[in-house]
DNA sequence: CTGTTAGCGCCTTCAG
DNA sequence: CTGAAGGCGCTAACAG
């Protein structure tokens, strides 16, 4: 704001008091609480904040006198523009919205992309709450919104009970994904994972194919949780997932989710059931498998994850595990305007059976 | 907040100071110029700090002191909900994004939806600069924004040269429209228009056909813009506006623009050509003519307003004026961090020839 | 390097 | 009904 120097100082509580010839606090009255002052007063104080384009009470003031903000804020662990264009993200700010908006309040939002904007952004923020969206347990950002002393809710891992969080089955939900086809009749299945735990922002990211130590150390809560849950439905099955191919695959623009899904239909071509871990990532297997001129379902059964309106209407439509996004967003910005003592949610997870899942082309037993 | 009064209040800078056996201004150095503080003391300091649970400077403070937020607002005549919804919308909080990610800005979301939110959030936002979405000139917000004594800037109409604004040429782009169509040979005419002029926050709107008064009176800065464009470019073509049906749709829900579509096939049967103040509008004309078997664009043409990522994929795909509202996020971000004096500035829009316009079934000449 | 001081603008007792 | 005073928490300027 380079013209705020320039702009004259404006006239103050003080200054008003002034020169209508009263004290701070009568001035401050006729502000907030008008019907305690005498209409003559009234009058005077008014037209002398007028005549001094004194407009009322600086919030700046106030805030640091009543020491609320009447603002939450969310975090993301990236740009801001990605609150705009998520699905997921953007049905969970429905969710918050709708609560702000119940309690007047306003919504800060606040990037983690860059480690500085996260520190700066959570320490500085003019907040009376915080909603953090990491990736990981290890996120600094928690370790700084503790210190604030603010209420604040972590989203999509757990942190302990000390800190209150909400997150969805994601394990339990992968492992649906997996028992679905299971149950279908699939027996040779393929995984295309989002990233398991490198810096995106940072490192180079690999992309391809993950083994048996990557997959352990993934460290990035969903994508770990849904990995274990995938494991899960395919021990039930019988099947050890060490012998399942499993992609990392880029995410961001649409072009990564096109090369994850070609380089899983290439990596493991014998594949009958494929389960991705984000709708997107799905949609573009469809893509690519048409592309082929792979049948889906007929000859490829394909279940993402998560729930985007594209995946109602995406040719076929995708059987996918959904989750409430939105009540999600609603019950974090509900737990900071309630306070009271931390509180760990997990919320169940839904799997919406469309039209890209089928039995297998033909019935292998093992 | 509920529990806001029964955590324990925080350590101050002040109680670091006297556990550490130092002056305040020492403790703050410590925190924000560690390097002017000898080693020795800002050891004794940060253990002070940890035994007594402080973990930095409160940003109230230093808003105080500093005057700036490192936050700027935006204000919109809706529900916070509004901004992850809107197509138009958010692609503009896209561009204002990208610059406050630049500025390491965070962006404040403030409804200006119920008279009393929008006042209170304006008059107490802890912003450095705000970005108004009203919908007329006549909006309380506008006033009150000047009184905040802050950078703001008005979106989508201008309020005169004292104060900033960023707006698109409304009245030329509705003027391409029916140029376009009036060059492919259409002469009868049917506008599908926003709304004009009433609070649709409190009244019952009145929706349906509108007359010459009712569209003279339209004080909606947009909607009076298009449909004076719509008059310049059949008043061109040697039409009156006034032997043209304008239906004033409901706009909000999907449902909405339906219905709006059908008063408007109800009510204009024999037009060839339909102008819709919206891109969501037109889509909706779209589909009620397909359920009434009305070919697009064989017997019927539609131009749409605005651009969103739908209308390049409707059936047919949609002509429309698009409007670069990335670009006007942006400019607005930047006018606010730039500072300088007012400016106003006015985007060009352009038309986009998709499918949905063609020459009418039957060249009529007047 | 370290400490003192003077506000930043407001609001809420409390006394008159 | 009105006014005086203290403090919310911090930091920049300046003096040592």
Redesign the pocket.
Known sequence: MANVELRK?SA???DVARAAG?????V??V??RPD???L??RVRVEEAARALGYAG??P???L????RTNAIGVVVADRLGYYFDDPQMRLFMQGTSAVCDEHHASMSLISGFTAEAGVLGVKRALVDGLILHCLDETAQLIELARNRNLPFVVIDFDVGPATSSIRIDDRGGARMAVEHLAGLGHRRFAILSLITREEYRNDPVRYGPIDRDWRDSAHFAVTRERLLGYADGLAAAGIDINAVPIIQSPFKEEEGGRLGAAMLLDGAPDATAIVAMSATLAIAVLNEARRRRIEVPGNLSVVGFDDVPEAAVSDPPLTTVSQPSMKKGRLAAEMLFEGGPPRSEVLPVELIVRGSTAPPPALTSP
Chains 1, 2 share one sequence.
């Open positions: 100082r103050r509580l003080i009263v004290s701070r606090s009568t401050g009255n502000f907030s305690l002052v005498r003559e007063v009470p600086d700046k003031g106030s640091l006198r009543a020491g």
